[in-house]
């Protein structure tokens, strides 16, 4: 029973360091794998202010290597490797991984969720740069900028609600011929004054040398296109991309229940449909995603295993 872990953890966002963080102090023999770098989408986050604690000129990189510091002091291990399969119906469950096997007696899932891209050339140059998937975030770091938003969903219009709270204006691009929102939420944005919608059009072009400073669109109905330009004072223009969230649980089909969108339903333990496998964070079917609610999910998850395992 020496090589078998009492629990292990897959994603080391936020959520996953959290679970970390409470298991190993727990003196539970605490596994946590991750694919990329540790730390999860965190890391792409320039400025951290809304998280409880932070300290001054906070980034996601610096959170997330504060979390690993402590779970490193509780005795966590880390391992970088990509889980291929896992079989956990067994009351031992089983992870393999590229290049290793592992074997635990219990499970939290923390893969998170991934943002859709615009699938546009320089996207991944720009982020950071003017362009950012998270409105509460990035939002007050535009403040009297002009801003655009890519989307035209429920979320897409409700960040732009929240941008026109720091913005001079915000201008939704949708690719629809009207937001796809409920009525209550377009008449809120609509009230806005410096809120505008431009409906059937499509992002084809970042524009910029170091910072985002223009953006190429497309009409999708009559393929004219037009260029929006940072102001001569400005320098920079903010966009950001909602079109859409991809779950990363397709390793879990079959397995765990999903909901319609495809994220790992719990229960307010966070158990999922299996004894003594888990689910936290961005990849569970819940409202709000956000680090402190991550390692919220990261908090009780671990608390529940050390009961599951006594």
Known sequence: MNNIYDVIIIGSGPGG??????????????????KNLFGGQILNTGVIENYPGSIEDETGASLAK?????????????????????????????????????????????????????NVDREDEFLGRGLSYCAICDGHLFEDLHVYVAGGGESAVKESLYLSKFAKKVTILSKYDELKCSGYIEEKCREKDNIEIINNVKIIELLGRDVLNGIKVKNLKTNEESVFIAD??????????????????????????????????????????????????????KDLRQVITACNDGAIAAINVEKYIN
């Open 17 to 34: 360091l959290s679970a970390g963080i409470y298991s190993a102090r727990s003196k539970l023999k605490t596994l946590i794998i991750e």
């Open 66 to 118: 504060r979390m690993i510091k402590q779970c490193e002091k509780f005795g966590a291990e880390f391992i970088k490797d990509k889980v291929l399969d896992i079989e956990l119906n067994k009351e031992i469950k089983t992870i393999k991984c590229k290049n290793n096997t592992y074997k635990t007696k219990s499970v939290i899932i923390a893969t998170g969720c991934k943002h859709k891209n615009l």
């Open 232 to 285: 001569e004072d400005d320098e920079i223009i903010g966009l950001f991309v909602f079109v859409g969230l991809k779950s990363q649980t397709d390793l879990f089909k079959g397995l765990l229940n999903l909901d319609e969108k495809g994220y790992i339903k719990t229960d307010e333990n966070m158990k999922t449909n299996i004894d003594g496998v888990y689910a936290i964070g961005d990849c569970r079917s």
